[in-house]
């Protein structure tokens, strides 16, 4: 079992910068792909970025791509969104997903463990 703890959420002006950690507890960490997604109001969970256990590959959402970046230190047990030049359109729950896999998966349903969610909200 592992257990995923997100923060660093919080309201920020348009065009400022967040920082998401995601701390995990329980099984080996590094074997895991990691990921964040974000919910909207109203809206289906949508998939933001993703790490492979090793950090050698990620992938990204069109919508964040050059904006926002995901990192990993594995001897923390600890995944990162680092969030630049936010939009209002960025609102939303950010949740962390991860999975004992070598794939990079961007679908929701491919991931097995989740984070409660951390609000973040863009003013403009």
């Known amino acids: 079992q592992v257990r995923l703890i997100e923060s660093g959420g919080g309201l920020v002006q348009a065009g400022g910068s967040l920082r998401l950690s995601c701390a995990a507890s329980g099984r080996i960490f590094s074997g895991y792909a990691m990921a964040w997604f974000r919910q909207a109001p109203g809206k289906e969970r949508e998939f933001v970025a993703t790490?492979?256990?090793?950090?050698?590959?990620?992938y990204y959402a069109n919508s964040v791509k050059g904006r926002f970046t995901i990192s990993r230190d594995n001897a923390k047990n600890t995944v990162y969104l680092q969030m630049n030049s936010l939009k209002p359109e960025d609102t939303a729950v950010y949740y962390c997903?991860?999975?004992?896999?070598?794939?990079?998966?961007?679908?929701?349903?491919?991931?097995?463990?989740w984070g409660q969610g951390t609000q973040v909200t863009v003013s403009s």
């Open positions: 997903a991860g999975r004992n896999t070598v794939l990079v998966l961007t679908t929701a349903s491919g991931y097995d463990y």
């Open positions: 790490m492979s256990w090793s950090g050698g590959s990620t």
